[in-house]
């Protein structure tokens, strides 16, 4: 490999390395909001709703951005389903943000020390 080709090769790279940076911002930022919520403190509440305040029942596939509050140091909000399994922990307390891709089939989120009565699902099609 001669240097120009090397160098051609290097350019090529750190453009696709730029573009594969690049991407998921742009796809995130056109994601739809959704909020989880679970709590607060001993409130056996647990909540996802849409951008509107609407309970979430069913969704297209594609990206998300999870705006999620864990207000409760005794309850977590799990949100399992295709290729997703997130936690926001019993113990933790606070927000985060979770950006994931919703594949078809079925989710459901759950506090994990009550899953018997803490718990929802959606479809995803
Ligand atoms: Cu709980």
């Known amino acids: 490999m001669t240097l120009r080709t090397t160098l051609r090769f290097t350019a090529a790279g750190a453009a696709l390395a730029a573009a594969a940076a690049i991407l998921p911002l742009t796809a ?3 994601a739809p909001m959704l ?3 679970v709590g607060p403190d001993s409130n056996f509440k647990m909540t996802l709703t849409d951008a509107k305040g609407g309970k979430v ?3 297209r596939a594609g990206a ?3 705006m999620v509050s864990d207000t409760s140091a005794i309850h977590n909000f799990r949100l399992s389903g295709p290729g997703v399994n997130k936690d926001s922990g019993v113990s933790a307390k606070g927000k985060s943000t979770w950006n994931v891709t919703l594949k078809k089939g079925t989710y459901k989120f759950v506090c994990d020390p009550h899953a018997a009565i803490m718990k929802g699902s ?3 099609s």
Request: proline share 0%; charged share 0%.
């Open 122 to 124: 959606f479809t995803v």
């Open 28 to 30: 995130q930022a056109g």
């Open 57 to 59: 029942t069913s969704l």
């Open 64 to 66: 998300y951005m999870i």
């Open 35 to 37: 909020n989880a919520a």
